[in-house]
């Protein structure tokens, strides 16, 4: 393993050099994701940000993944069971081919080449034909423990059927595997060529074909060693599709899905690669079927507490991993409360102003003094009757912003069971995140909240649970006697971290300059509204919503034409959701209407000092959104609402 050291740094499948290593830092919770309908057939599209865990997924089907599991099976047996349901794996040994091809290498150069458009795409199209033959007969020999491609000669590609495509003349069948061979490679190597010759390409020299006839000539039956199928079935997971070009990504959906192949094909890819209709369209459970792309982030918007525990497991697996710590859970590593002594004077100080604020609004409370009487005689730690208190702020701040009140209300008093009644856990929440920022308390830390602010992306969750790691490590170096970390020193952790993923916005989305100002309103406004005095939408809002009625206005080309300004928001907005800095959820019903709400990143809520929850949002109209990447929003002066 390259980092043994701190394992939360290994964030890319591909960076993990062993299998060995592989399997014991996966976790099976990721295959809940295609496991509900079953291993996909045919043509399935797999999607999410950047680091959401899609070629970590596809690496478990390779064949030497595979096979290293089989020989481990009763070291892991949960993920052995879990592929042996799905037919994966059994006792007698992997029964499923997976291979593995990226595509990203090469291809798109095949559009800077000067030639007629037909030609390149034959070129793109050979040029794809002999990576997958190449990459089959490779994945073939390693599921058979045999060498490469020196036991090509043992395989066997019989005589496809008759109404499939058989690909160029120069090929007949049934063929070893050393005749695919060489066919392949000729052509990678020819074309390949062409893309690094600084010389006038010979056109006629270059090979073409026009269709993907290699999904046809290897189905299961038809490759073959000593006379057998070499496996029960073949899945071909074509991964990066995000970096061809638009062009191309188009072309190869179109010709896997009139491929009509018996062998399943997977296509990875990013949302970047998606046009913004398609993502504004992407994510509806409306009409879905089981053929219907599989999104990561979009499977666990309805499972976040499932997503949460999925990425604990996460990180368990890597501090046992690590040669640094004999710790085996990382929950153990963090602090997870305040209510302690350390803490307790400060508390008992905002318990102090807090009282003072209220029993300075004199008359104006007069009908409130049962329930300050209530507060006064409170037990409990600092902690909760600091809380208590700021709830108790918060209360009477609504009750006194109640419109048409009676002539004597301001003299009776309110029974404290009505403060028993309107105390409850989202007044208290709101309580919370009030104190921490009014007192310099910590908010943003313990397990439940780091995992939390991964905002459903797993490497988005190792690069901030990294960080605390390392710090754990350096504690055991040092012997300073603890390996837990500070609640306030997670807080620190995780406020410079957001910083660092607000400030690398425009580097990393295109026109992220406009992305961050937009998304920069939808903070500050969050923020505003959220700190309130009232705490109206306890504990807090994370995010903005339009009506869906307006993202279909955003998805309408022809009505785009006429409105450039939402033109623009729509590029701007597909931009955030491809790069998760916007999480959205749809068809979300409130107020007799239907709402895209628009979640920020929970990083970007620690950013502005918001609570983490989901779902909670204040709408505003499109056009104020559309507005909004011009003219940031500014918090009124006074704290009346905007229409």
């Known amino acids: 393993m390259r980092d043994t050291r701190n394992p939360f740094k290994l964030r890319r499948a591909e960076n993990i050099d062993t299998d060995t290593t592989f399997l014991s830092l996966f976790e099976p919770g990721i295959l809940d994701v295609i496991a509900e309908s079953g291993l996909p057939e045919t043509v399935q599209l797999i999607r999410s940000a950047a680091g959401g865990g899609k070629t970590s997924l596809l690496r478990l089907f390779t064949p030497s993944v595979l ?19 799905l037919g994966v794996i059994d006792e007698g040994g992997p029964k499923l081919l997976g291979v593995s091809l990226l595509c990203g290498r090469n291809y798109a150069g095949l559009e800077d080449l000067r030639l007629d458009p037909a030609v390149r795409i034959r070129l793109f199209l050979s040029l794809l034909n002999a990576r997958i033959i190449l990459a089959v007969l490779r994945s073939a020999l390693v599921l058979k423990d045999l060498e490469y491609p020196g036991d090509l000669g043992r395989l066997t590609i019989l005589q496809p059927p008759e109404d499939s495509q058989h690909g160029p003349p120069e090929l007949s069948y049934p063929c070893s595997g050393v005749v695919l061979y060489d066919w392949a490679r000729g052509v990678e190597k020819t074309i390949c060529g062409a893309l690094d010759s600084f010389g006038p390409l010979r056109v ?10 290699s999904l046809s000539i290897l189905q299961t039956q038809n490759l073959t060693l000593n006379e057998l199928p070499v496996a029960d079935r073949i899945v ?9 070009t638009s062009g191309q990504r188009a072309l190869l959906v179109q010709r896997v899905v009139e491929a009509r192949s018996k062998t399943g094909i997977w296509i990875a890819e990013r949302f970047e690669a998606l046009s913004t209709q398609e993502l504004l369209a ?32 996460v990180a368990d697996r890597r501090v046992r991993a690590s040669i640094e710590t004999e710790l085996d859970a990382f929950r153990s590593c963090l602090e997870d409360s305040i209510d302690t002594s350390e803490y307790a004077e400060l508390f008992e100080r905002a318990i102090r102003v ?5 029993n300075g609004r004199g008359q104006q409370v007069g009908q409130f003094r049962d329930w300050i009487a209530a507060r006064d005689e409170m037990g409990g730690t600092p902690r909760d009757r600091a809380i208590a208190w700021r709830a108790l702020e918060i209360l009477i701040e609504r009750r006194l912003r109640k419109p048409q009140k009676g002539l004597f209300d301001d003299e009776v008093s309110i029974p404290s069971e009505e403060l028993t009644k309107e105390a409850d856990s989202s007044v208290k929440n ?4 009030f104190l921490a920022r009014e007192f310099d308390l910590p908010y943003y830390f313990g397990a439940d909240r780091i995992a939390r602010l991964a905002s459903l992306n797993i490497e988005q969750f190792l690069g901030l649970s990294g960080g605390v790691f390392e710090e754990v490590i350096a504690a055991e170096l040092i012997r300073t006697g603890s390996t837990v970390i500070s609640a306030r020193r997670q807080h620190a952790l995780m406020k410079r971290v957001a910083l ?12 992220g300059r406009e992305v961050r100002t937009f998304l920069e309103s939808v903070g500050r406004y969050a923020e505003w509204y959220t700190y309130r005095s009232s705490a109206p939408n306890d504990p807090g809002v994370g995010g903005t919503a339009i009506r869906m009625s307006e993202r279909q206005a955003l998805m309408n080309k022809d009505g785009l034409l006429r409105r450039p300004e939402r033109q623009r928001f729509a590029d701007l907005l597909a931009s ?32 502005f000092n918001l609570p983490l929850g989901y779902g909670l949002y204040k709408e505003r109209p499109l056009d104020e959104l559309c507005r909004w990447v011009d003219e940031p929003f500014v918090a009124p002066k006074q704290e009346e609402l905007p229409s």
């Open 67 to 85: 096979r290293r599991l089989y020989t481990r099976r009763f070291e892991d047996q949960d993920l052995f069971n879990r592929l042996q349901a």
């Open 204 to 213: 006629g020299s270059l090979p073409g074909v026009d269709s993907l006839f």
């Open 236 to 244: 071909i997971m074509m991964d990066d599709i995000h970096m061809l």
């Open 282 to 313: 992407s994510g509806s459970t409306k009409g879905r079927d089981r053929h219907a792309p599989i999104e990561l982030e979009w499977y666990w918007r309805g499972r976040h507490e499932r997503f949460e525990k999925h990425v604990m497991r």
């Open 354 to 358: 807090v009282r003072d604020r209220v």
């Open 430 to 433: 709101a309580a919370e995140l």
């Open 500 to 511: 660092s993923f607000w400030a690398d916005i425009p580097n990393k989305v295109r026109h």
């Open 576 to 607: 955030a959701l491809a790069h998760n800095y916007l999480v959205a959820d749809l068809d979300y019903n409130c107020k007799g209407d239907t709402w895209m709400v628009l979640n920020l990143n929970r990083l970007l809520c620690v950013h």
